[in-house]
């Protein structure tokens, strides 16, 4: 093989193993590359006869691939190559209907594993419980914050407080229940305040790298059409370092190859109860709604809007 060749490959493997550093468990093959990989293999004219490297067969349109590759961000191996695609472009809800039962399985395996974590000792040795998930497994909808409060830690159940119930009555608003949905958080575990006996604090950049895996997995099983980023923190660890909620917000992200919507966190419109700043939490929802082809009366397109 060429020296070239060596490179090439090397550079992949390296940005591979990036990506699992990061917690990524899934990485997508365009289906250019696989349309390319499925043709005969052809000598190549002047060097010995060998089958064709992938880099080497060009897929049968060229404009499509480079327009996909453009908007990514992937490092130049990876575009002149057409191999991979970045994690966000992976579409969650491709591929073939899980099997029911397997599915429940492989949950409850995960949830035994979660549960049993103890990868950050300092959250291990202060946590009350481990704060999994709630709702779902089939959800179109799935909801994402931060950590667990007091309350979740408490409890073992995300989003119970104050927080979680007006998050409650969103959802009742959009005409669904809680068991409809899944709302999971960033952290499975309530970060700890050492010399505080109330209060929370933002999870670490390192307790997120840690921690999302487990979120992966549950996005990867449920499959949900839509996921809703609850805050500031939770779009940071999803999409990593952005622009700011109050500029994310109401504007259409892709995670992992679903759709994305940033909002506020429903902790901030406790603390900022202005209509004006109802309405656009309620105007995302719509939004939302509207993705999910949900029925939209007119009584609730008015929800927040001054008489």
């Avoid at 190549?44 to 990514?72: H, L, N, T």
């Avoid at 408490?154 to 709302?183: N, W």
């Avoid at 209509?275 to 719509?286: A, I, N, P, Q, T």
Wanted: glycine share 6%; hydrophobic share 40%.
């Amino acid at each position: 093989m060429s020296a070239d060749y060596d490179k090439l490959l090397d550079a992949t493997i390296q940005h591979l193993e990036d990506l699992k550093s990061r917690g990524v468990r899934h990485v997508a093959v365009s289906p250019e590359t696989l349309r390319a990989l499925a043709q005969p293999v052809r000598p190549i004219e002047g060097r010995d006869a060998r089958p064709a490297r992938p880099s080497e067969v060009p897929p049968q349109s060229d404009e499509p691939a480079a327009r996909s590759y453009q908007k990514s961000k992937s490092p130049p191996i990876v575009e002149q190559a057409t191999l991979l695609a970045l994690p966000s472009e992976t579409i969650a809800s491709q591929g073939p209907p899980l099997d029911p039962q397997a599915k429940a399985a492989a949950f409850a395996a995960l949830r035994e594993r979660a549960l049993a974590c103890v990868k950050c000792a300092h959250l291990a040795s202060s946590r009350k419980n481990v704060v999994f998930g709630v709702g779902s497994i089939d959800a179109q909808l799935m909801f994402v914050g931060e950590a667990p409060g007091g309350d979740e830690d408490e409890q073992g159940e995300p989003f119970v407080g104050k927080a979680g119930q007006l998050l409650t009555r969103i959802i009742q608003a959009m005409g669904l229940q809680r068991a409809d949905v899944y709302i999971g958080n960033i952290l499975k575990c309530r970060p700890d305040t050492p010399g505080q006996t109330a209060g929370n604090r933002k999870p670490t950049a390192n307790e997120m790298a840690t921690c999302i895996p487990y979120l992966h997995e549950q996005i990867d099983l449920i499959r949900p059409k839509v996921i809703v980023a609850l805050g500031a923190t939770a779009v940071e660890g999803l999409l990593g370092k952005t622009l700011g909620i109050t500029k994310l917000r109401g504007t259409w992200k892709t995670y992992r190859g679903t759709p994305l919507m940033p909002t506020y966190h429903p902790a901030y419109l406790l603390r900022n109860q202005a209509m004006s700043e109802k309405r656009k939490v309620w105007e995302d929802m719509l939004a939302v709604m509207e993705k999910l082809e949900m029925p939209i009366s007119e009584k609730q397109r008015r929800f927040f809007l001054k008489v």
